[in-house]
């Protein structure tokens, strides 16, 4: 599914990535690890083809459509609703039985009953919550998930293990936590930056 070798990364003078090396099968999760400021965002971001690398090889065998990113921000649409924002995220990626789909997630995570709400109002946790929505809405093969339980309280969090669980196996996930010991038992490889 990827194949990186020799990823390296700068702005300006400032090397942020210097020879990574990444391989991730199609049933695999890789956890990337590191201190704030090692390059864990940038190294996701070039993997989602957000940002270009500035020298390496990369090779991401997914079609850009099947591909679900979960950044810092949540990318919703804080003045539309909980709902609308689905919708609006079905029709772009052109699901099948959308409607289904996204009472299913809401559902999943516990936003049904906020459904209706614009999401200005909602707190941070239900907004990262409604962002895992988004994210895998359209059911990706790849998974690029930037510390993914930012915001979320214990139930939050919680939901999130359940759904990482369900997903490790079927799909290629791509996970960088300040937590590896969460994860750690469904990681098929891990990635620790410096």
């Known amino acids: 599914m990827i194949r990186a070798t020799g990823i390296e ?16 099968d199609r ?15 940038t190294l996701l971001r070039i993997l989602a083809g957000l940002t270009a690398p500035t020298r390496g090889a990369l090779e991401v065998a ?3 459509g099947r591909l679900g990113y979960l ?3 949540p990318l919703v649409y ?22 289904e789909r996204i009472g299913m997630l ?17 707190s941070r946790g239900m907004q990262q919550r409604l962002a895992l929505c988004r994210t895998l809405l359209h059911e990706p093969e790849l998974l690029v998930l930037d510390e993914p339980y ?3 309280d214990d139930a939050g969090s919680s939901l999130l293990d359940r759904e990482l669980e369900e997903l490790a196996g079927s799909r290629a996930l791509v996970v960088s936590s300040h937590d590896p010991e969460r994860l750690g ?7 620790v930056l410096a």
């Open 9 to 24: 990364k700068r702005f300006g003078r400032r090397r942020v990535l210097r020879g990574v090396d990444v391989e991730l």
């Open 27 to 41: 049933a695999g999760l890789l956890l990337v690890t590191g201190p704030n400021g090692s390059g864990k965002t």
């Open 62 to 64: 997914v079609d850009r």
């Open 71 to 73: 950044a810092h921000e």
């Open 78 to 99: 804080r003045e539309l609703t909980a709902l609308e924002n689905l919708d609006l995220f079905g029709r772009l990626y052109r699901v099948p039985e959308r409607r």
């Open 106 to 122: 809401l559902e999943r995570f516990g936003l049904w009953d906020a459904r209706n709400e614009r999401v200005a109002a909602f």
């Open 150 to 152: 930012a915001g979320l």
């Open 185 to 191: 038992p469904l990681a098929s490889g891990r990635l």
